[in-house]
């Protein structure tokens, strides 16, 4: 596999086109939104298997001097093409004197969360209640689209363990965690008042994508549950210091 900048107009239509695919029926980042991404020094990048283009990246320069990734879309899983991506969206930034990259993900789906949170040691900064608005994608229609915010702090010692795969220990809740959101037996989501605590757990579901499929009632119970234990603990002055290998965000509450 390999990953390169994108420049020539064939590949930067070979892209959207990929996009297009995953988050169909809209057409997320057009040829000259890639275009445009590119001309004024942002990123825009292909992943290859030989000569297919199997997964495509585009983010934008920001005022502070950062880089904003908003869309990252992949046709084949399970091949490590997110982690290689973002390994070389980093090295890019870092030769340009680029030292933080943010993102937001849906924090419902429990693989994002695991893959920006643990595999690639960002730190959440913000929840961003229903953030792009009503979106129309076969992904996400019919929910809010919140968001969690993440930082990548590019030249941390836990980023580069974690591309280095030397990560420290994944975290578990302890004795004094109160868990305040966790899934209930028939997959539905149970919450609980944290009671002045300072030490929080808040879960996801298993499989939003299935949830969402099979009741949208049960995927819109998850997103209000959530908002409010993990929105709100964050607005609490709570920050993420984890996520558990069962599905759970670890929050402490700021001293």
């Known amino acids: 596999m390999d990953v390169r900048e994108l420049t020539a107009a064939k590949d930067l239509y070979t892209a959207s086109a990929l996009l297009a695919e995953i988050w169909r029926p809209t057409d997320p980042m057009p040829f000259e939104m890639l275009q445009v991404t ?5 990123y ?9 283009m199997i997964g495509a990246c585009a983010a934008f320069p920001t005022a502070d001097g950062g880089l904003h990734s908003h869309i990252t879309g992949v046709a ?3 091949r490590g093409v997110g982690f290689a991506i973002k390994a070389h969206q980093r090295e890019w930034a870092l030769e340009r004197g680029i030292m933080t990259i943010s993102w937001t993900f849906d924090p419902l ?13 960002a730190r959440a900064a913000a929840y961003l209640e229903n953030f ?13 689209s919140d968001r969690l915010l993440v930082e ?14 030397t990560s420290a220990t994944r975290p578990e809740p302890g004795d004094n965690t109160v868990i305040t959101l966790t899934e209930d037996a028939l997959g539905r989501p149970e919450r609980r008042d944290p009671a002045g605590a300072t030490t929080v757990a808040v879960g996801t579901p298993a499989d939003i994508t299935t949830v969402r499929a099979v009741c949208q009632t049960a995927a819109g ?3 209000q549950a959530q908002r409010v234990a993990l929105g709100g603990a964050l607005a609490e002055g709570f920050h993420v210091t984890g996520f558990t290998r069962a ?7 700021a001293r």
Do not use: C
């Not at 590119?38 to 942002?42: D, E, K, L, Q, S």
């Not at 009503?134 to 929910?143: A, F, K, R, S």
């Not at 599905?247 to 509450?253: S, V």
């Open 38 to 42: 590119r001309h004024i020094g942002g």
């Open 44 to 52: 825009v990048a292909g992943a290859f298997h030989g000569s297919t």
């Open 76 to 78: 084949v899983q399970g």
């Open 109 to 121: 789906a429990r693989r994002n969360a695991h893959f920006n949170l643990a595999k690639l040691a």
């Open 132 to 144: 792009y608005g009503d979106m129309p994608d076969e992904l996400n229609v019919g929910d809010p």
């Open 152 to 165: 990548w702090r590019l030249d941390s010692p836990e980023v580069a363990a974690a591309l280095a795969g």
């Open 221 to 223: 119970e998850w997103r």
């Open 247 to 253: 599905g759970y965000y670890l929050l402490e509450r």
